[in-house]
């Protein structure tokens, strides 16, 4: 077992080769310490991911099929659709997020993980919790606030699994060998207190002293839009941070830039969420500096674009190679059209045709899948290796994953958008009645549901190779599982 | 970076910025509203729904009818919300609203449904729609056990009912069928039709169908929707209705189905305790009472005094 070694960077000289080895034999002790928990996580995250696809399905098919499986009460409609978004958003992506992170953190505090029973005891929970919430969703018992819908019973489990995690993080981090506080540990520490926070303060708000009336909904999406940003965001971008320069083996091309990036995001990103709430029963003056916040925002998205895009410069070449460096990449890029869609779909003229129609969903799907899933199946792509001492079994296997995640969400993009266009323009139009309205909208939800097969090939093709890692099935090997066979004289000359 | 007490600093100063900004002073502003009373205290606006209807918006929560029906109407400097008017209904066809929503006509709901998506219509005004005998019917009869009525009953009280009181409501709601009379029974001018009451009540379209947004007509529409709209890609809802056998009589409440919508001779449909909770909430929706903030120039949707940023003011005002 070799696992930090990267083949594609320069050999190392002779008198570095005794620092290299003892770096080596620390690295891998580390890993080692983290593989029951990381790999329980990720275990369970694929699970959700595989149940969250299958819902997904059905929501979307329904939306054309109306009939099917509607008299069953806990398969109607309006119960499959948000136990899906619960379960992609609590059971997937919290997991597989919380998972990179704790790896993250177990390399970059470089110490071994102290009591990986409390985060497999967190783990445990948070599965539970998932558990009771979605069965609570599917039973009638959904609390009607979105991305909350989890019956108060489930949240309080969450939370406790949520506590094990977050005093780990900080028992962690306490024990942490050296002064220098990396890029990607400020983004993670950032999502390990914000989230608490955030959740908690609006389960307060929500639940235990209720706020009046549409404040109600001003705190569901404050909420949602820290959770997508202060969240998930943060776990996501700071993978990207590690995974980019650790993969081609080069320092992260700007600090500075990294650290206006940093503050200018949590600072500009926890303020939007309110443009959601365009022109509804509110005082204008709340949307207008959620959209002024999205329009801010454009700052940190420059420069970590710029700053990834320089560390990659004249490196663009081994996305041919490295699974992950592609994942990755394409996650960051998606990070990039993700923001600038955000901005255009918040400005008020554009809102106008775009509030109340598929355009919302479009946007959610470029955050959490575009961007954020493709960076978390790049890091477990680097990291599950490391923990099982295997490496991937079949390079077919990761390209047709990559391609078929690829197409399925940038057509699902596609047509969800053209469907909230055509929606949009015809709502506007008082003159048409609704119905006519919407007639163009199920031909692009047909479109829909064909990338939704094309999503869950990806993701079984996906759970099955990581079935195989799991069993100790992958190759036996000193070098990574590459995309295309290597070519060492087009690789020096990339060096 | 080095120590790690200005990242943590940072960390919380970041969030704490964004919960004040965004939470606190908003809910300083539009958090603590009371009922609009007219100048002698009475006609209070909104009043607390009924126990049925409450338990309504459970049901409309837990089986995500929010996911495809908002409940929020916007101004016409936004969007063409109130020009547009509903697919059916009686010659001229009900409007979605007469006036934009204000925080107002949410304070008593829990949770609030404002929605962010319209694969459906907007039921802001849903219950206002519905048929003017209807509402006449339902609140001129007495309530029936088990749905209490609205808590603020200042009855007696000389209330226009869902009548415009003021010139500036009146204009904006020109062009829209005329406002329900014999109301007045309700004390707070949205009558609380019951899901009994109304099937009853209603007088049958000449086609036999239900009248258009009555009771009879949501039951009808929730159990079998594309027997309305044959384009409707909503889910039926058939498993808040039990069908079963005509034993002896015709159950009184059982739903005016028609022979498309596959239920046999003998048979008959009736609604359970939950889906005629769901309809008398669908019925109490109704946002078509006057508010004075919306009334004058420029004025917020909150009672925000002048020293706020003000929402743009609506048309009449310009």
Known sequence: ??????????????????????????????????????????????????????????????????????NISFLTWGRVRPAHMNVMVYGWASMAGIGTAIWLMARLCRTTLRHPLLLICGAAFWNL??????????????????????????????????????????????????????ITQWYLLGAFLWFPWVYGATQIMLFAVPLQGVMQEAVTWWYSNNLLFLWFGAIGLGTAYYMIPKVIGRPVYSYHLAAIGFWTYAFFASWTG??????????????????????????????????????????????????????????????????????????????????????????????????????????????????????????????????????????????????????????DNASMTFVDSLNYVPMYLRGRSLSGLLLTISHFVFAFHFGLMLLGLGRTASVPTFLNPKEEEAIEAQL | ?????????????????????????????????EPQVDEE????????????????????????????????????????????ARDQGPSPKPKWGERRSAPRDYLFERPVLLGKMRLGPDLANIGKSAPVEQEAAAGGSPVPSGSPSPAPASAGSPAPGGSPANPAAATAASGSPSPPAGTAASPSGSPVPTGNAAVTGAQPQSNGLPPQYSAAWHHRHLYSPRSF????????????????????????????????????????????????????????????????????????????????SPAPAPKEAK
């Open chain 1, 129 to 182: 919790g998932v558990l009771l919430g979605v069965g609570g969703i599917l039973a009638g018992e959904s609390t009607g606030y979105e991305w909350l819908e989890f019956p108060p019973y489930a949240t309080v489990v969450l939370f406790v699994a949520y506590s094990l995690v977050v005093s780990w993080a900080i028992l962690m981090f306490r024990f942490r060998r050296g002064d220098h506080i990396y």
């Open chain 2, 229 to 308: 709209v044959l384009e409707s890609n909503m889910p039926a809802y058939r498993f808040l209705y039990e069908k079963r056998r005509i034993g002896g009589e015709r159950a009184a409440d059982a739903l005016q189905l028609g022979p498309a919508d596959g239920v046999q001779e003998g048979w008959e449909v009736v609604p359970s305790y939950d889906a005629r909770c769901l309809v008398a909430y669908l019925m109490s929706l109704d946002q078509s009472h006057a508010l004075q903030e919306l009334k004058a120039t420029g004025a917020a949707p909150a009672p925000a005094k002048a020293g706020g």
């Open chain 2, 41 to 84: 205290g009475n006609d209070p606006y909104p009043a607390p729904k009924s126990g049925m209807a409450n338990r309504g918006r459970q049901i409309y929560a837990a089986n995500g009818c929010v996911y495809c029906h908002s409940q929020q109407v916007r101004g016409d400097y936004a969007a063409s919300d109130l020009e547009r």
């Open chain 1, 274 to 427: 309110m443009q959601r709430l365009v022109d509804g029963p509110f005082p204008a003056w709340m949307v207008t500096a959620s959209i002024a916040a999205t329009i801010f925002s454009i700052i940190p998205v420059a420069t970590v674009g710029l700053n990834h895009h320089m560390t990659m410069r004249r490196y663009f070449g081994l996305l041919r190679y490295s699974p992950t460096l592609r994942f990755t990449v394409f996650g960051a890029i998606s990070y990039t059209v993700f923001s600038l869609v955000g901005v255009l779909i918040s400005l008020r003229s554009v809102a106008r045709y775009l509030h109340f129609t598929q355009a919302s969903i479009a946007y959610s799907h470029l955050g959490l899948y575009a961007f954020f899933t493709m960076v978390m199946f790049g890091s477990m792509y680097y990291i599950v290796p490391r923990l099982v001492g295997r490496e991937w079994r079949y390079a077919t296997l990761i390209k047709v994953h990559f391609w078929t995640s690829t197409y399925g969400i940038g057509l699902m993009t596609l047509m969800l958008f053209a469907a909230g266009l055509a929606e949009g323009g015809a709502l």
């Open chain 1, 1 to 70: 077992m070799n696992p930090a070694n990267l083949p594609l960077r320069k050999p190392p000289t002779e008198s570095d080769v005794t620092i290299r080895d003892v770096e080596q034999v620390e690295r891998a002790l580390i890993d080692a310490s983290t593989r029951l928990p990381v790999l329980f996580f990720y275990a369970s995250a694929i699970v959700w991911l595989l149940l969250g696809t299958l819902l997904a399905g059905l929501t979307s098919f329904k939306l054309h099929a109306p009939d099917l499986l509607s």
């Open chain 2, 1 to 33: 970076m080095k120590g790690i007490a200005p990242l943590l600093l940072g960390i919380f100063a970041t969030f704490a910025f964004s919960w004040v900004g965004l939470i606190l002073i908003p809910n300083y502003q539009i958090g603590h509203l």
